[in-house]
């Protein structure tokens, strides 16, 4: 059954361009994706980020979204542009990249955010790059 529901949300995603960030008054997001193995999952994480917290260079290795739920996220990946995103705002990294930022925005004020990871089964989270 689990694998069903993700196949069927995946099938919505897989008729639509890529588009990296859209406001919360627009559509949030649609990413076209191929066509994914049986040992695939969707991981979903909550991070909270205190004021000015960030993370190293690091990848996924996964087809990520990040919808932010409170605070402002600076985000970017090589090669791409920073962007601040505010509540209802998303962001998509592919598995080829390098996720160079990924902070709270705010040096006063807690940011919360949504990850949907869509990996293969047993894989890790996070691997540091230098």
Do not use: C, W
Not at 66 to 85: D, F, S
Not at 106 to 124: C, N, Q, W, Y
Request: hydrophobic share 45%.
């Amino acid at each position: 059954m689990k694998k069903l529901f993700i196949k069927l949300i995946l099938l919505g995603f897989l008729s639509f361009p890529v588009v990296n960030v859209m406001a919360a008054d627009g559509l949030p997001l649609n990413v076209a994706l191929p066509a994914l193995a049986e040992n695939q999952e969707m991981l979903v994480l909550e991070v909270n980020l205190e004021p000015g917290q960030g993370s190293a260079p690091h990848r996924h290795n996964a087809y990520v979204f990040v919808y932010v739920l409170e605070g402002k996220v600076n985000m970017q990946v090589a090669g791409g542009e920073m962007v601040t995103l505010s509540p209802g705002e998303m962001f998509y990294e592919n598995p080829d990249n390098v996720h160079t930022v990924s902070q709270n925005a705010s040096d006063t004020e807690t940011a919360k955010f949504l990850v949907h990871m869509i990996r293969t089964v047993g894989t890790p989270v996070s691997v540091p790059v230098e």
